[in-house]
């Protein structure tokens, strides 16, 4: 199969490797970096991975780029650098968090290839892995059985349902509130109604994602609405946009609240305790 990569970058010479040398592996488009032109990109590409070509250039042109490339991230799309070692490692160095994988320069086409091809495949393969294992602990939130002294009153945990398109999100949200709260997860809404006509809980918080593939946030939260078992149920968005347009969007919706991403969990555990205790 051919991946499909989102060049972006000032280094002309490896981009034309990707264009010439590279072109029966990869299918490639090139973007600016106007977060316009890489959203619509984003969209209707639906690239497997980003690659910006590295061009050596002062931090001012490094803090540009990496403002940026931050709504790849957003937007779960895997970032690749290709360059120098020099202005990579200063990238990796003020956003380690950005960055899937690092070749550095000089490498031959046909290593960039290798070793890109690598790396997605085994990415591919672990996002089944994890797919698989969502669904077998697909919303059944576990009771851990804890022992108290003598005579101690019981306090059940309350219920949050958490949906998210993205595995990784789900992982680390869970394991951040699994000792205060029973957190069910979902990759999607059509997956967090099913469970909730399944099993019948009741829902104390609902946490969820806006920028969705199918069903994006505000069209969940509106069947969530209208849906009798969660009509009442508190909703706090998780959301990576700064679009000013689309947070008032998200207001007008009179949500009990929303937090940015990358999720701070100090913010997120003090936000759901002023919802919900």
Sequence with gaps: ??????????????????????????????TSLRSEDIEGHIRYFQPDAMVYC??????????KMITSLSLVVRKHIRL????DRETCEEIIRLRPDMVSLVLFRPISA?????????????EQTLEIQQQVQLEKEQLQPVE???ILPEGAEIKEKKHILL??????????????????????????GKIAFDFLER???QMDLILLDYEMPEEDGPTVFGKLRQNPQTCDVPIVFLTGINDREKIQKVLAMKPQGYLLKPIECEKLIQTIEQIIG
């Design 144 to 146: 851990e059985q804890v």
């Design 199 to 201: 099993k019948h809980l």
């Design 80 to 83: 690749i650098l290709v360059g």
């Design 110 to 122: 046909s290593t960039i290839k290798e070793k890109l091809v690598k790396f997605l495949e085994e």
């Design 1 to 30: 199969m051919k991946y499909k990569l989102l060049l972006a970058g000032k280094n002309q010479m490896t981009i034309d490797d990707f264009f010439y040398a590279m072109r029966e592996d990869f299918e490639c488009l090139t």
């Design 54 to 63: 590295v061009a050596a250039g002062s931090m001012d042109a490094i803090m």
């Design 163 to 188: 949906i998210d398109d993205d595995p990784m999100m789900l992982r680390l949200i869970k394991n951040k509130l699994r000792e205060r709260y029973n957190v069910a997860t979902a990759v999607s």
